[in-house]
């Protein structure tokens, strides 16, 4: 099974080089990487008390963003190094200020793992989620570095679970402790005999309910909703877009003079091309579609903001908005469901909104919790979509009941990240 991972690596990297001419994506996956060891050596003078937090992307560094500010806050001693696999989570917060340093993760080979422990020399490692390199593990363990995991959740059909599982079960002790959601993941461990366990939820309750006591106020996004109901629908992909553009068009030609409604949409792609693609959808299904950019700068020109107030749709052509944009909805669509999986629900959820998403969200505790509590929806076609969309829109009473039961849900939640730093610290 080891030659199985290394192959895969290995592959894995092969594949990135060939289609990198072809996808920015890969493209930035394989030259961020190139030089990046010689680069480490030369800027970070490893030793000084480095904590290392690791994320895969964006949704994983929200969840290691508490647990980082309450270090720079509490244990200002500490150098922070901050990594991440994914070019989406590297371009989008490599200027991180809290951050000493923020880098690509080398590949996880022997040699580039024992170089990257080597150079940076950390005295506590931090994964988060669901990050799990052998070589890297095996290296930190071997020299002595405390190693944890946090906000991790474990399902029965994971590999660590299998017949077939013993190397990657090999990686689960490697940690001196796992922070896991919630107990069924615990008792998953201690049935194959991992029982260093913490119990204590996860972090992007604390990050999500901090983003509430300070939200950025958005002019633009206040003066397109102005007194209407509006839905946000945030991180959505095309799948998700055809059933959101195809009912919100109906329901501005047939009920625009009973209830005003407005769209945001956020896609989870802000590329020309993809932004352009969305604007065109809009614009068919009989909706008056505007870009976030075009208005930016425009706030105080009469003739711009009457534009923007009598448009239908929004679309927000950036990225680092959306966890303040959905302070303006009325309720939210949460894309990814038609897809891999849901995005982050809980920066709607601390709203006080009701949230809907797709069919793929079981592997998402929220998720589950919030359908279970009544403050969520899932829906698998455009009839279903339809029917929760036009209840949330003309039934303020059964919105505003969803939402406080979303909101209770986040606060009851509240209070990982210090039971983490307690017991790392």
């Not at 998720?367 to 979509?385: L, P, Q, T």
Request: aromatic residues 14%; glycine residues 6%; contains cysteine.
């Amino acid at each position: 099974m080891r030659l199985i991972y290394y192959l895969g690596i290995y592959i894995y990297w092969f594949a990135a080089c060939i289609i990198s001419p072809f996808s920015k994506k890969a493209s930035l996956f394989v030259s961020g990487r190139k030089g990046l060891m010689r680069r480490i050596r030369d800027e970070y003078a490893g030793g000084d008390r480095t904590i290392w937090f690791h994320c895969a992307s964006v949704g994983e560094f929200e969840q290691a963003r508490p647990l980082i500010e309450m270090f720079r806050k509490k244990s200002p001693e500490h150098r922070i190094l901050l990594t991440f696999f994914s070019p989406s989570g590297y371009e989008l917060r490599k200027n991180y200020p809290f951050a000493d340093k923020v880098y690509y993760l080398p590949m996880d080979t022997p040699g580039k793992a024992e170089a990257f422990i080597e150079a940076v020399k950390p005295e506590k490692a931090i994964f988060i989620k669901y990050e799990f390199w052998y070589n890297y593990l095996r290296t930190l363990s071997r020299k002595g570095v405390d190693t944890y995991i946090v906000s991790a959740i474990f399902r029965p059909d994971q590999h660590f679970f299998k017949w077939y599982g013993s190397f990657f079960r090999k990686m689960l002790y490697l940690y001196k402790r796992l922070f896991v959601q919630d107990e069924a993941s615990a008792v998953l461990l201690r049935n194959i005999g991992v029982t260093s366990v913490t119990v204590c939820g996860d972090t992007r309750f604390d990050r999500v309910h901090e983003i509430t006591s300070s939200p950025a106020d958005l002019p633009v996004v206040s003066d397109f909703k102005g007194d209407s109901v509006c839905m946000v629908a945030g991180s959505t992909w095309p799948p998700d877009e055809e059933i959101i553009c195809a009912s919100a068009g109906r329901l501005c030609a047939e009920n625009e003079k009973e209830i005003p409604f407005k769209l945001v949409i956020a896609p989870h792609e802000v590329e020309k091309s993809n932004v352009e693609r969305l604007v065109r959808l809009s614009v068919s299904a009989g909706m008056r579609t505007v870009k976030y950019s075009d208005f930016a700068d425009a706030i105080g020109n009469t003739d711009a903001e009457r534009e923007l107030s009598e448009a239908h749709v929004l679309v927000i052509d950036n990225v680092g908005m959306l966890s303040s944009i959905y302070r303006y909805a009325d309720f939210a669509y949460i894309g990814g469901g038609f897809g891999v999986g849901i995005h982050n629900i809980l920066e709607a959820a601390t709203y006080s909104i009701p949230v809907v998403f797709g069919p793929n969200y079981r592997k998402f505790r929220e998720a589950c919790s919030m359908i279970g509590n009544g403050s969520a929806f899932s829906v698998g076609d455009a009839r279903s979509f339809d029917e929760i969309f036009l209840k949330l829109y003309k039934d303020p009473s059964f919105r505003l009941d969803c939402g406080k039961t979303a909101a209770d849900y986040v606060n009851s939640n509240l209070g990982a990240t210090e039971v983490i730093f307690d017991a790392i610290r």
